[in-house]
């Protein structure tokens, strides 16, 4: 159900790019030209985290689709508020205002 070089999970299509290092805006414009969105990862689901891990197996973060306004961090596809998100330790930092997904430790950082 998804494109060529996309892999498919849970009803939805995921891209991962490690071509080269973009920041977070440059990212989130390579995810708007494919049509699509920076992921609102599912990383508190064990199926997931193996899903990524298999794809992925050399990434050790990636953005995710969050970002903070303000004083709120919300996912980028819907606007829901972060509360209960699985933050690192001391995080989120207040100076920053996007968020990776560390896929060895399972948690945001920021």
């Known amino acids: 159900f998804c494109k ?3 892999h498919g999970s849970r009803g939805y299509c995921y891209l991962f790019k490690d071509d080269d290092l973009r920041t ?3 990212a989130k ?3 708007a030209a494919e049509n699509a969105v920076l992921a609102k990862v599912g ?3 064990p199926s997931f985290r193996s899903f990524m891990k298999r794809i992925c197996s050399d990434c050790r973060s990636m953005y995710v689709g969050a970002e ?3 004083n709120k961090w919300s996912w980028l596809d819907d606007d ?3 509360i209960g998100t699985l933050w690192g330790a001391a995080e989120p930092r207040t100076e920053n205002s996007c968020a990776e ?3 060895e430790l399972h948690v945001l950082t920021t």
Do not use: H, I, L, S
Request: hydrophobic share 20%.
């Open 4 to 6: 060529p070089g996309w």
């Open 24 to 26: 977070f805006e440059e």
């Open 29 to 31: 414009r390579k995810c």
């Open 43 to 45: 990383f508190t689901n």
């Open 68 to 70: 903070k306004n303000g």
């Open 80 to 82: 829901t508020d972060m």
């Open 101 to 103: 997904y560390n896929t």
